[in-house]
Every structure is written in C-alpha cells, then in structure tokens.
C-alpha cells in the first residue's frame, strides 16, 4: 500500500539527524536560496571519487565557509530546528539541535528524503560532453514547445478553484500543492473529453479523473521517446 506521508506532509526520520520535514510553501523563497547544493551528486565528479562521501566530495570542492553557510540555512529549513556547523581537526558536522547530527554517514540520505519530499529529481549526467549537450537542448526545447506553469500559477489555480485561501496554501508542502494542482487538471480533461464526445467527437479517450497519478515521475527521464537512446548514444561516444 502507497504511503500517505507525502500528501500529509509527515517528516521522514533519518538515523543519527531526526526528523526531516517537507517545506512549506510560505518558506519556498527561502529554500531556493540553499537548495542548489542538492543538485550535487557522485555523478559530478570523477570515477575515482566515487568511493568518498558525497558531503566529503562537497567539503573538497567548495569553499568551507560558503558551503557551510548554504547547508547551515538549508537543514535549518528542513529540520525546523537550529543547526550549527562544527569543524575540529579533521572531524566536522552540522549539529541539529542537541541531539542530531548530518555528517558524511547521513548526508545522502537526508539528501535523498529532502528531494523526494519536495518533488526535486535528479539530473541526468552524461560522462560524455557531447551527449550532455544534446540532451540539455532536447529538454530546453520540451520547456519551449509545452506551456509554462510556473509555481505561482499553480497557487492561483488551486485558490481560484478549490477556495483555498493564500494564507492556507502557504502552509502546504509542495508536493501537496502539485497534487490538488494536477488532480484539477486531470479532472477538466476528463470533463473537456466528455463534452467532445456528446458534442460528437471520435477517437477520444476518456481516462477517469481519479485515477493514479504519478507525482515522482523524473522529467529527464522522459527527454526522448525512448530513453535508452541517449544512454546508448552516451556510450557509443565514449
């Protein structure tokens, strides 16, 4: 059975941090300010890396006043707790209150629950720079050719049809506000599809307004018709 954790806005808990929870709209400004360094993954650095930790990776590539800035501000966010960045020889952490702790043992997976809570995917690296290229500008023309819905619009959709109020929606997560936003669509589809039938449309497919909705779909996965030709592509230009 799917867990309600995501539409209900529970926290996550992380061993040895606490519990992590999904921002809430009123913060989002914030969160963008700090979010970027979540984007960072193994992926971005060499093979030879690969069997450091992530954070470490992260403490080696960034200045550590600047990195220690961004993530003090960013688990503060997300824990709702004060968060404090401690560095002594060569032991450092961000102390979560007075009991937790993210170190280079925890950091990736309250990256991973940090993402996932706030609908954040994982972009696609290519080791080639040729393939990394082309599939930047295969996205870039998606976003071009598609309608822009920014977050804002979203927040006036489900205001304007559900009579939530702003001051309500401010306090839902993201994920929350992408539901109710894509649960209207879906059901105006599946009303504007009605309407074509009796009006007497042919070959239209009525799907029901209720059915699942996949909220974690990857939009790089989908970046061709088949996305094992850009990994095949990759390949062949190694």
């Known amino acids: 059975m799917q867990s309600l954790k995501f539409i209900f806005a529970r926290p996550e808990w992380v061993a040895g941090a606490g519990d992590v929870y999904p921002i809430k709209l009123k913060d989002y400004d914030s969160f963008l300010e700090c979010n970027q360094i979540l984007y960072f993954s193994k992926a971005h650095f060499g093979e030879h890396f690969q069997s450091f930790a992530l954070l470490d990776l992260l403490m080696y590539a960034i200045p550590d006043d600047e990195l220690a800035v961004t993530m003090v501000k960013l688990l503060s966010l997300v824990?709702?707790?004060?968060?404090?960045?401690?560095?002594?020889?060569?032991?450092?952490?961000?102390?979560?209150?007075?009991?937790?702790?993210?170190?280079?043992?925890?950091?990736?997976?309250?990256r991973m629950v940090i993402m996932q809570q706030n609908l954040m995917f994982e972009?696609?690296?290519?080791?080639?720079?040729?393939?990394?290229?082309w599939a930047g500008k295969v996205l870039e023309a998606k976003s071009k050719g598609g309608v822009k819905i920014t977050l804002e619009d979203m927040i006036t959709t489900v205001s304007a049809l559900t009579g939530k109020t702003y001051e309500?929606?401010?306090?839902?997560?993201?994920?929350?506000?992408?539901?109710?936003?894509?649960?209207?669509?879906?059901?105006?589809?599946?009303?504007?599809?009605?309407?074509?039938?009796?009006?007497?449309?042919?070959?239209?497919?009525?799907?029901?307004?209720?059915e699942q909705i996949d909220m974690f779909e990857n939009p790089y996965d989908s970046l061709f018709v088949d996305k094992n030709k850009l990994t095949n592509l990759n390949k062949a230009l190694q």
């Open 123 to 133: 972009q696609k690296i290519f080791k080639n720079k040729l393939a990394q290229e």
């Open 168 to 210: 309500q929606l401010a306090e839902q997560s993201i994920y929350q506000l992408s539901a109710d936003f894509k649960r209207i669509v879906k059901d105006k589809d599946y009303h504007t599809n009605i309407a074509q039938i009796c009006a007497g449309a042919s070959g239209v497919t009525i799907r029901h307004f209720a």
């Open 79 to 110: 824990f709702r707790k004060e968060v404090i960045f401690q560095s002594q020889e060569n032991e450092y952490y961000f102390r979560i209150d007075e009991k937790g702790r993210v170190d280079h043992s925890n950091y990736e997976q309250v």
